[in-house]
């Protein structure tokens, strides 16, 4: 079984990213270092990349019905966008805290493995699935990579005094990105919906706190937009959005009222 062989990839990936974080750091005094660090980087992605497609095939179903297997994607867009982000902006920290998010949910995996089967339950044996769950995951990685710039708005607030309003700038992008795949999510989930049970919504738990998480991002965006020159209000609507999604994506599983939904993830 592929999953056996996880521990064996996960610490691979995990000396990768490892590697990655030490050059992005030595890159604030060294910036040569962050050529090392985006080759780290994009190695444990590929080799994650390579062990979810080593799962999807032993499956024989696409590698997103449980918890854990969300992870693994999670896992290894999230690094990409940090990738990216210090393509695009020269965000050396970025970089690190994406890397370190990525390791944390990888561990979550690497410590608490699951059992894996190739059922899947009839409603999920829809062509609305795997796009469904595909745009969440790219939105769930997107609005989770401008949370990290919420915290980083909070430490520089409370411990450094000095806010800087261009991260905010790039709070904005992100939240753009992400909003618009959170807004196909939506969509897609309803004509599943409608497919598979005849209703496009019918405010089940996972539905609710969904529609939540999508009201928190579009009130950070009117935020910015009337108030651009504010920092912390923003900053803590990011942060506070974040936490409703957490509680969107795997919180509701423990909530007694959720205890007969059909979005409860196995695993």
């Known amino acids: 079984m592929v ?51 080593l799962l999807w095939v032993k ?19 999230l690094p990409l966008v940090g990738a990216i982000v210090y393509h695009r902006w020269k965000y050396g920290w970025f970089a690190i805290f994406s890397l370190f998010m990525a390791i944390l949910f990888l561990s979550f995996n690497y410590f608490k493995p699951e059992i894996h089967d190739k059922a899947l339950m009839p409603a999920l044996q829809s062509p609305w699935f795997v796009p469904h769950v595909i745009v969440y995951i790219i939105s769930y990685v997107v609005l989770g990579a401008s949370s990290l710039i919420a915290v980083y708005g909070l430490y520089l607030n409370y411990f450094k005094t000095r806010p800087e309003m261009r991260i905010l700038h790039l709070a904005d992008n992100l939240v753009y990105i992400g909003f618009s795949f959170l807004t196909l999510g939506l969509l897609f989930g309803a004509l599943w919906a409608k497919e598979a049970w005849g209703h496009y919504w019918t405010w089940d738990p996972k539905e609710t706190w969904a529609f939540l998480t999508w009201m928190g991002y579009l009130i950070y965006m009117h935020y910015r937009y009337h108030r651009p020159k504010v920092f912390m209000g923003p900053i803590w609507t990011l942060s506070l959005s974040f936490v409703v999604l957490l ?10 009222s959720a205890s007969n939904s059909v979005h409860v993830y196995g695993g």
């Open 3 to 53: 999953w056996l062989n996880f521990p064996t990839y996960a610490l691979i990936i995990f000396l990768f990213w490892l590697v990655g974080i030490l050059f992005f750091t030595l890159g604030f005094w060294k910036p040569k270092s962050n050529v090392w660090g985006l080759i780290a980087t994009y190695a444990g992605v590929a080799l994650l990349s390579y062990f979810i497609t």
């Open 247 to 256: 509680i969107a994506w795997f919180g509701v599983n423990y909530l007694p």
């Open 59 to 77: 499956l024989e179903r696409p590698p997103m019905r449980t918890l854990g297997e969300t992870r693994l994607w999670y896992s290894a867009l």
